[in-house]
């Protein structure tokens, strides 16, 4: 018997690779400003273009990112970036425990790669409702082409950054809320979802007007609450597809 591939596997594979590149194109065009915004606050911040590129290379995390430059610039010990950056990722331990059924069998190397490349972006297209997500190398498609857009957007920003000095004041910066709320509103199927919502904003809006220390966090963890006992007094299920 061959050993060599055959080639309608590697067809197939080709073709999950650019289903999630195609599938992912539309949020990665959307994230080039933000990714613009990042390299250039990050030279503007006195970091090297290394330095600036490798935040984006290696922590691969857009809200995190700005966080550490905000925080750098401003003096912050290695604890308090530490412990910021936990905060604000800290949802990509939900991301990974939704979609482990579909990656939990997956080689080691698979694992690893998928959970490097885990955005919000990539588990948006890759949400256990949709079939053709089940499929890793469609997984790989998206994440690997979101994961290159991304530091490429961060690379002009890096090299453009004296003709952006005023980039952060310009409204772009707006591309990171414009984002998450084209993310997060087609995922508001259920009343429970709507629930989650209308007590987060608020007190987020609260939180923010006050000043008050891990607000923004107070607020999304009420919104969790809210929701999840609303279900549980309905008799909603928060599972996709089930209740």
Request: with cysteine; hydrophobic share 55%; glycine share 12%.
């Amino acid at each position: 018997m061959s050993q060599h591939p055959q080639p309608g596997r590697e067809a197939r594979r080709g073709a999950q690779l650019l289903k999630g590149t195609l599938a992912m194109s539309p949020l990665t065009l959307a994230v080039l400003p933000w990714g613009l915004l990042v390299g250039s606050l990050a030279m503007d911040a006195g970091l090297s273009p290394l330095q600036s590129q490798g935040l984006s290379a290696i922590i691969f995390a857009g809200a995190a990112q700005i966080a550490i430059i905000g925080l750098l610039k401003a003096g912050a010990g290695l604890g308090a970036i530490l412990a910021t950056t936990a905060l604000i990722t800290s949802r990509h331990l939900l991301y990974s425990m939704t979609m482990r059924s579909k990656v939990s069998a997956l080689p080691l190397r698979w694992r690893l790669t998928l959970g490097f490349l885990l955005t919000d972006e990539l588990f948006a297209i890759a949400h256990p409702g949709k079939e053709e997500a089940q499929d890793p190398w469609y997984m790989l498609g998206g994440g690997l082409s979101f994961y290159l857009g991304w530091n490429l957007a961060t690379l002009a920003g890096v090299l453009l950054s004296h003709q952006l000095q005023a980039f952060d004041t310009s409204g772009l910066d707006f591309a990171i809320a414009a984002i998450f709320i084209a993310l997060v509103v087609p995922g508001l199927r259920r009343r429970s979802h709507w629930v989650c919502v209308l007590v987060t904003m608020p007190l987020a809006v609260l939180a923010e007007a006050m000043a008050w220390p891990m607000g923004l966090l107070l607020a999304s963890v009420s919104g969790m609450v809210a929701g999840a006992l609303f279900a549980n007094l309905t008799g909603e299920s928060l599972m996709e597809g089930k209740g």
